[in-house]
């Protein structure tokens, strides 16, 4: 048996997609070529291709624009920042909102004129013609070259309907101007609601054309919008790395871009900076605030020999580190590898409205053909035949459809955003409603983030206050974030903070200084060790078992005793546990994923009521547990708030992050949650299924609208006044229908 031809993968960047549909047809194309995989992601515009030696990656790009799009290899350089990237041309957002402006400004009048006589002075129906031309040509240019590549390649998507439409009424507009009896002075466009048969060689639909292409482009503007955000998970995560560095060249410090950092050179780390790059520690002793990185809320000790990674932050001493990863082979790099891949493995976006155009726009255009040939062969005159036919079109046209997606999520979102919830865009609601499962991390989402003093245990004969002030007053002198946790719970409880005296850091391991008349030691069994401090048993049990709760203690000796033992913690939110209930309420089954110990773990969610925990994983660990929970057949929303969660909350079928997080797991999460409060996931998950079931229900009654006018349409008995008032009608209820969500409450 011979061995399967081997295989290489490639990302294109793919060019000029308007719907899912136009996704779809990519990837059938791509696969028919021989040996060929590919998936085409419409929301990220990429496609990933897997393909045999025998294809070339010319054949592959040629197939693209061949299907009538543009295709390019994806760049793997990195990133450019906001600093890079400049002004240097308008982004597709800018540009819509550029022309879906003008639009409007242009549109307001037309429609006003048509649907209120008192407006319509001598000759007003040549300013709507003046008005509607550069909304149609230009304000629709997309829309027309859009359904242009569709019919050369066989196919109809709703851009066809838009297209057909909005030129249909234009041109019998224009027709019934220059040919008919519309272009009179003192013409009137009275209202009349009578379903007759007349002669529609004077009936003008400029209002039905320019209502269309500026609610499809209010629509397409919000959607591009939402878009054009994905790509800043990346930019952000890129961004966390420190931008230069202090590098020892020959015995000299020089400070230079961080991307001209070589593999072996030394540098320095001063308290409070960032980590440049993964390396070794070479010389010093310090804490490391992973917390941005991994989420563990612990500091990390490190000295020489130990290693260390890039954009992590120096919370103590001065470091030297010898470089060992630079580039793309950091694991911040690797990190944003991952964000990408899951972000495109995601299933392209299929928007309801596209699903319905595939068999919709034939219909409709068949329709309109099939009135044209029958008219005409009973003998009717030949403006009755394509007035059937145009109004047809006409009636068709998803005026509200156009609206039911963008007001919905208008409203939603609005609501949202006064509630603490920020969602993306209309892909994210799809997810909401066969969400079962809910991965929360547990640092900065179910916890509070920050380490905080627990408890105080004085021995026998301490007293409690003093004990604090005491450990206080020495730890002042410290930047340790243990230290910073002792100082600020001195301060919680109203104690004054003492002079300290010959201050020392023991890196890694605590501090001494002089209180008063008192020798203070703080911090690890070790520096106790040193100094012949013997803890007394009561003492060693609390510690022990303040440890195995995956909390730090510190204890506390003077005047070569042991006083007592500080139990420094990550407190659980207050309203985690309510926040877990709502979850159950809702049908979902919350699982705690987090970097820590089991036993801290188990600990919080206890705490909270949460049975399933998955404990001590690597960053690259949660993406596999939201992979498999997936492939289990579980739909699973992801809730977390650091840079090591952002690749799972891409990966999740929905991603929620906590909005006191990063910037990378804002970015790459669908919905945003404001309030460091885990009560809004419950909230945010009902908010978005209820504007689902409100995006639903307009496009069931956009669809209805239009199947119920098009039999009238084809039989020649739809005015133009009723058409209008009919389609004026349906967008008020649509519009209406989403107005309710501001009515919210979760």
Same mark, same amino acid.
Request: aromatic share 4%.
């Given at each position: 048996?011979?061995?399967?031809?081997?295989?290489?993968?490639?990302?294109?960047?793919?060019?000029?997609?308007?719907?899912?549909?136009?996704?779809?047809?990519?990837?059938?194309?791509?696969?028919?070529?021989?040996?060929?995989?590919?998936?085409?992601?419409?929301?990220?515009?990429?496609?990933?291709?897997?393909?045999?030696?025998?294809?070339?990656?010319?054949?592959?790009?040629?197939?693209?624009?061949?299907?009538?799009?543009?295709?390019?290899?994806?760049?793997?350089?990195?990133?450019?920042?906001?600093?890079?990237?400049?002004?240097?041309?308008?982004?597709?957002?800018?540009?819509?909102?550029?022309?879906?402006?003008?639009?409007?400004?242009? @549109?307001?009048?037309?429609?006003?004129?048509? +649907?209120?006589?008192?407006?319509?002075?001598?000759?007003?129906?040549?300013?709507?013609?003046?008005?509607?031309?550069?909304?149609?040509?230009?304000?629709?240019?997309?829309?027309?070259?859009?359904?242009?590549?569709?019919?050369?390649?066989?196919?109809?998507?709703?851009?066809?309907?838009?297209?057909?439409?909005?030129?249909?009424?234009?041109?019998?507009?224009?027709?019934?101007?220059?040919?008919?009896?519309?272009?009179?002075?003192?013409?009137?466009?009275?209202?009349?609601? @009578?379903?007759?048969?007349?002669?529609?060689?004077?009936?003008?639909?400029?209002?039905?054309?320019?209502?269309?292409?500026?609610?499809?482009?209010?629509?397409?503007?919000?959607?591009?919008?939402?878009?054009?955000?994905?790509?800043?998970?990346?930019?952000?995560?890129?961004?966390?790395? @420190?931008?230069?560095?202090?590098?020892?060249?020959?015995?000299?410090?020089?400070?230079?871009?961080?991307?001209?950092?070589?593999?072996?050179?030394?540098?320095?780390?001063?308290?409070?900076?960032?980590?440049?790059?993964?390396?070794?520690?070479?010389?010093?002793?310090?804490?490391?605030?992973?917390?941005?990185?991994?989420?563990?809320?612990?500091? %990390?000790?490190?000295? $020489?020999?130990?290693?260390?990674?890039?954009?992590?932050?120096?919370?103590?001493?001065?470091?030297?580190?010898?470089?060992?990863?630079?580039?793309?082979?950091?694991?911040?790099?690797? +990190?944003?590898?991952?964000?990408?891949?899951?972000?495109?493995?995601?299933?392209?976006?299929?928007?309801?409205?596209?699903?319905?155009?595939? %068999?919709?726009?034939?219909?409709?255009?068949?329709?309109?053909?099939?009135?044209?040939?029958?008219?005409? &062969?009973?003998?009717?005159?030949?403006?009755?035949?394509?007035?059937?036919?145009?109004?047809?079109?006409?009636?068709?046209?998803?005026?509200?459809?156009? *609206?039911?997606?963008?007001?919905?999520?208008?409203?939603?979102?609005?609501?949202?955003?006064?509630?603490?919830?920020?969602?993306?865009?209309?892909?994210?609601?799809?997810?909401?409603?066969?969400?079962?499962?809910?991965?929360?991390?547990?640092?900065?989402?179910?916890?509070?983030?920050?380490?905080?003093?627990?408890?105080?245990?004085?021995?026998?004969?301490?007293?409690?206050?003093?004990?604090?002030?005491?450990?206080?007053?020495?730890?002042?002198?410290?930047?340790?974030?243990?230290?910073?946790?002792?100082?600020?719970?001195?301060?919680?409880? &109203?104690?004054?903070?003492?002079?300290?005296?010959?201050?020392?850091?023991?890196?890694?391991?605590?501090?001494?200084?002089?209180?008063?008349?008192?020798?203070?030691?703080?911090?690890?069994?070790?520096?106790?060790?040193?100094?012949?401090?013997?803890? $007394?048993?009561?003492?060693?049990?609390?510690?022990?078992?303040?440890?195995?709760?995956?909390?730090?203690?510190?204890?506390?000796?003077?005047?070569?005793?042991?006083?007592?033992?500080?139990?420094?913690?990550?407190?659980?939110?207050?309203?985690?546990?309510?926040?877990?209930?709502?979850?159950?309420?809702?049908?979902?089954?919350?699982? *705690?994923?987090?970097?820590?110990?089991?036993?801290?773990?188990?600990?919080?969610?206890?705490?909270? &009521?949460?049975?399933?925990?998955?404990?001590?994983?690597?960053?690259?660990?949660?993406?596999?547990?939201?992979?498999?929970?997936?492939?289990?057949?579980?739909?699973?929303? +992801?809730?977390?708030?650091?840079?090591?969660?952002?690749?799972?909350?891409?990966?999740?079928?929905?991603?929620?992050?906590?909005?006191?997080?990063?910037?990378?797991?804002?970015?790459?999460?669908?919905?945003?949650?404001?309030?460091?409060?885990?009560?809004?996931?419950?909230?945010?998950?009902?908010?978005?299924?209820?504007?689902?079931?409100?995006?639903?229900?307009?496009?069931?009654?956009?669809? &209805?609208?239009?199947?119920?006018?098009? $039999? *009238?349409?084809?039989?020649?008995?739809?005015? $133009? +006044?009723?058409?209008?008032?009919?389609?004026?009608?349906?967008?008020?209820?649509?519009?209406?229908?989403?107005?309710?969500?501001?009515?919210?409450?979760?």
């Amino acid at each position: 048996m011979s061995a399967p031809a081997p295989e290489r993968s490639i990302e294109l960047e793919i060019g000029g997609m308007t719907c899912a549909s136009c996704a779809s047809r990519i990837e059938k194309k791509l696969n028919r070529i021989g040996g060929v995989t590919a998936t085409v992601n419409y929301a990220t515009e990429k496609a990933r291709v897997n393909f045999p030696e025998s294809v070339s990656t010319d054949d592959l790009i040629a197939k693209v624009i061949d299907t009538g799009y543009t295709a390019a290899v994806h760049s793997r350089e990195p990133v450019k920042t906001a600093d890079t990237e400049g002004d240097s041309a308008p982004s597709a957002t800018r540009r819509l909102r550029h022309r879906l402006l003008v639009t409007l400004a242009l @549109a307001v009048p037309v429609v006003a004129m048509a +649907m209120i006589p008192a407006l319509q002075f001598t000759n007003w129906q040549w300013l709507s013609l003046t008005l509607t031309a550069p909304i149609v040509v230009w304000g629709g240019a997309q829309f027309h070259r859009a359904a242009w590549v569709n019919a050369k390649h066989g196919a109809a998507t709703m851009d066809t309907l838009i297209s057909l439409g909005t030129l249909a009424a234009f041109s019998w507009s224009v027709y019934a101007l220059f040919f008919g009896d519309a272009g009179m002075a003192g013409m009137k466009h009275p209202f009349s609601f @009578a379903i007759v048969r007349g002669d529609s060689s004077s009936a003008l639909y400029f209002e039905v054309a320019a209502t269309l292409i500026t609610a499809i482009l209010a629509g397409r503007y919000f959607e591009t919008r939402s878009k054009e955000k994905a790509g800043s998970a990346l930019r952000a995560l890129l961004e966390l790395g @420190a931008k230069d560095v202090a590098v020892l060249r020959d015995g000299v410090e020089t400070r230079i871009p961080v991307g001209e950092l070589q593999v072996g050179e030394e540098f320095l780390v001063r308290p409070g900076e960032k980590i440049a790059t993964d390396g070794v520690v070479v010389q010093g002793n310090s804490a490391l605030d992973m917390s941005m990185l991994t989420g563990e809320s612990v500091p %990390v000790e490190v000295g $020489p020999g130990d290693p260390v990674v890039g954009a992590t932050v120096n919370a103590g001493g001065l470091l030297t580190v010898r470089a060992s990863r630079v580039g793309a082979d950091t694991q911040l790099a690797q +990190m944003a590898s991952l964000v990408e891949e899951a972000q495109n493995g995601k299933a392209p976006v299929q928007r309801l409205a596209d699903r319905v155009a595939g %068999v919709f726009v034939p219909i409709v255009i068949a329709i309109a053909i099939t009135a044209l040939g029958f008219w005409l &062969g009973t003998g009717a005159a030949v403006s009755t035949a394509f007035g059937a036919a145009v109004a047809v079109l006409i009636i068709a046209c998803p005026c509200a459809l156009g *609206l039911a997606t963008p007001t919905a999520l208008l409203v939603g979102t609005g609501r949202g955003a006064q509630l603490g919830i920020l969602i993306k865009g209309p892909q994210v609601l799809e997810s909401t409603r066969r969400i079962d499962t809910v991965v929360l991390d547990k640092t900065g989402t179910v916890t509070t983030g920050k380490m905080t003093l627990a408890e105080v245990i004085p021995g026998n004969g301490v007293d409690t206050d003093e004990l604090l002030a005491v450990a206080a007053a020495v730890e002042h002198g410290s930047e340790h974030p243990v230290a910073k946790a002792v100082v600020a719970g001195a301060a919680a409880r &109203g104690l004054g903070t003492e002079q300290v005296e010959q201050f020392v850091s023991h890196g890694g391991k605590g501090v001494q200084g002089l209180v008063g008349d008192r020798a203070v030691v703080i911090g690890r069994t070790e520096l106790l060790d040193d100094w012949s401090i013997q803890l $007394p048993e009561v003492l060693a049990a609390a510690k022990t078992r303040a440890e195995q709760a995956g909390n730090t203690a510190v204890v506390v000796a003077w005047d070569g005793v042991a006083r007592g033992v500080l139990v420094i913690a990550d407190a659980v939110k207050s309203t985690s546990a309510q926040a877990i209930s709502d979850m159950r309420a809702l049908g979902l089954t919350p699982i *705690l994923l987090t970097g820590d110990n089991a036993a801290t773990a188990r600990t919080v969610a206890d705490q909270v &009521g949460i049975d399933e925990v998955i404990a001590e994983v690597l960053p690259s660990d949660k993406l596999d547990v939201v992979k498999r929970l997936q492939a289990a057949g579980k739909v699973v929303a +992801m809730v977390g708030d650091g840079v090591n969660d952002a690749a799972a909350l891409a990966q999740a079928d929905l991603g929620l992050a906590m909005g006191t997080g990063t910037d990378v797991a804002i970015q790459a999460a669908d919905l945003t949650l404001v309030r460091d409060d885990l009560r809004s996931v419950p909230t945010a998950i009902k908010l978005s299924r209820a504007t689902l079931r409100t995006i639903k229900s307009n496009l069931f009654w956009a669809f &209805g609208y239009n199947v119920a006018a098009i $039999p *009238l349409a084809a039989a020649g008995l739809l005015n $133009p +006044m009723l058409a209008g008032a009919a389609m004026a009608l349906s967008s008020v209820f649509v519009v209406s229908n989403s107005l309710r969500l501001r009515r919210f409450r979760g």
